[in-house]
């Protein structure tokens, strides 16, 4: 007969939540607000099937940015999202900035599913309304050091590179809802237009308490030319 004293059932594996609330500072940065739906396991099974989409989008005022980032399966079924606070200096309009840092929220919370659910390779479409923030993922590009917001540009190609994922790009229109009526759009607009009200409606939620929290320095980086060469709108 088993004791069930001298062999308890084996712990549960950590949680999503639990993954990122264990992260060092150089990756919680990025997160302010998170939203893990159902323990990102809807997110986890897209990775394997190659359904699986992240789109983020940016509001700037009064030099003070915050973006939100979705990641979603084939549909919007057990979503998850994340919000975040723009480290400075940011200039208003400074749309790549922005976006840079939305991207790196959901690729911090994409490292915690990732580990979560013992992903080993899988792929996502990286889905953005600014170009520039889309390079990162070409097979050729490495970061510059002299380039505009090589900080954070370095930490997003840095958590792209880690993770064991394959990428591919989406250049997604922004404010068309502006031109189109909303049974007209795509599913993409649709979702960029909601992060894009999401990331609004956080500047205003968030903007006292995180003036106090943003950070004052920028998030650590790697240095310049230590991966070498790759070869795989606000």
């Given at each position: 007969?088993?004791?069930?004293?001298a062999?308890?059932?084996?712990?549960?594996?950590?949680?999503?939540?639990?993954?990122?609330?264990?992260?060092?500072?150089?990756?919680?940065?990025?997160?302010?607000?998170?939203?893990?739906?159902?323990?990102g396991?809807?997110?986890?099974?897209?990775?394997?099937?190659?359904?699986?989409?992240?789109?983020?989008?940016?509001?700037?005022?009064?030099q003070?940015?915050?973006?939100?980032?979705?990641?979603?399966?084939?549909?919007?079924?057990q979503?998850?999202?994340?919000?975040?606070?723009?480290?400075?200096?940011?200039?208003?309009?400074?749309?790549?900035?922005?976006?840079?840092?939305?991207?790196?929220?959901?690729?911090v919370?994409?490292?915690?599913?990732?580990?979560?659910?013992?992903?080993?390779?899988?792929?996502?479409k990286?889905?953005?309304?600014?170009?520039?923030?889309?390079?990162?993922f070409?097979?050729?590009?490495?970061?510059e050091?002299?380039a505009?917001?090589?900080?954070?540009?370095?930490?997003l190609y840095s958590?792209?590179?880690?993770?064991?994922?394959?990428?591919?790009?989406?250049?997604?229109k922004?404010?068309?809802?502006?031109?189109?009526?909303?049974?007209?759009?795509?599913?993409y607009?649709?979702?960029n237009?909601?992060?894009?009200?999401?990331?609004?409606?956080?500047?205003?939620?968030?903007?006292?308490?995180?003036?106090?929290?943003?950070?004052?320095?920028?998030?650590?980086?790697?240095?310049?030319?230590?991966?070498?060469t790759?070869?795989?709108?606000?």
């Open positions: 007969v088993t004791n069930p004293i062999n308890p059932p084996l712990p549960p594996a950590d949680t999503v939540q639990d993954i990122i609330n264990s992260f060092p500072p150089d990756l919680k940065w990025a997160i302010y607000k998170s939203n893990i739906s159902a323990n396991i809807a997110i986890a099974a897209a990775l394997l099937t190659g359904d699986a989409i992240i789109l983020s989008d940016a509001s700037c005022k009064n003070f940015g915050t973006s939100a980032v979705a990641l979603e399966g084939a549909t919007a079924v979503r998850c999202l994340g919000i975040t606070i723009v480290p400075g200096p940011i200039q208003d309009g400074d749309s790549y900035r922005c976006e840079l840092t939305g991207l790196i929220c959901g690729f919370i994409l490292k915690a599913i990732c580990q979560a659910h013992s992903i080993e390779s899988g792929s996502i990286v889905i953005c309304d600014n170009i520039n923030t889309l390079r990162v070409e097979p050729a590009f490495v970061p050091p002299t505009e917001s090589f900080d954070l540009v370095t930490s958590l792209a590179k880690e993770l064991p994922l394959t990428y591919t790009t989406e250049h997604v922004g404010h068309a809802i502006k031109h189109k009526p909303p049974s007209k759009l795509t599913r607009e649709l979702l237009d909601k992060m894009d009200n999401t990331a609004k409606g956080s500047g205003t939620t968030y903007l006292a308490p995180a003036i106090q929290w943003r950070p004052q320095s920028f998030p650590p980086t790697r240095k310049a030319g230590q991966y070498g790759t070869t795989t709108n606000c």
